[in-house]
Each structure stands twice: as structure tokens, then as C-alpha cells.
């Protein structure tokens, strides 16, 4: 088992269980000097982090296995659209336990633009923020930086 980093659609508790059905939801992260982005290309618009000094994109922690990972991998386009990265992160689960460990998450490539998501892609994303219990400004200030950049 592997420890997976969510912050958008995959947030979404009903979702994964349709789409990973042995994955467990363990716990909540903050990934510190990230920002969250809606961008992508001419079929659609998705979550992504990128690097920003200050900021802060909450994170639900997956435990998944290796054919979660598989369908993963699929569903975000890995390796073409989304790549993946390890971090060494610290969190504490839903159980009160303070675990550290490697995790994998998906961000998309860098020199894809900033773009306005569906409204379907958005409320999937905030059932998920309601799944993990954060905060949806974070959502929002992704939707407002979309919204000022594309006209």
C-alpha cells in the first residue's frame, strides 16, 4: 500500500469508490508553498499545484494499492497530462496517529494554461472539500484566478 495525495476530484469519497475500490481515505495534509490552479487544455479545465512561496493547498491522504494506482494513473492521464512526484510528508490520521512516510501525488505539467473548469468538474471538487471537511475558499480563489486570467 501506498499513500496517495489528493486535492481536487479525488477528494471525492463516492468517486473514489467507483473509480479505486480499495482505497481508504486515512487523513488531512497541508502541502505548504503551493497553489492551487484550474488549468489544462481544450477538453477541459482541472485541479493543479504549483509552486507558490506562502501558500497552502489542503490535502486528503489516500491509502492506496497497486491497481488503485493503475486506475489513477488513467483517469489524470499519467504520464502525458499529469506527472508524478514523491514527497517525505508528515501528517496525522483520522485515527490521532502521526505517521510519516512517502507520498505520491499528480500535478499537471507546467506549461499548460490557466482555464475556467465545468461547473460538474467544480461541484465534484467541492463534495470533496465537504468529504475531507476544508475549507472551499481554497476552491475559490482558484475559481477567481481562472476567472481574471481568461476573458
Known sequence: MKYYLAYGSNLNVEQMKY???KAIPVG????KDYELLFKGSKSGSYLTVEKHKGKVVPIGVWKVDDSDELSLDRYE?????YYKKELEIEFTSFRGLKVHSKAFIYIM??????GIPSKAYVQTCLEGYRNFGFDIKHLEDA????FKEVK
Request: proline share 9%; charged share 30%; net charge positive.
Open 19 to 21: 473509480r479505486c475500490p
Open 28 to 31: 488531512r495534509f497541508e502541502l
Open 77 to 81: 492521464g499519467y504520464p502525458s497530462f
Open 109 to 114: 505539467h507546467e506549461e499548460r494554461t490557466i
Open 143 to 146: 475559481l477567481k484566478i481562472s
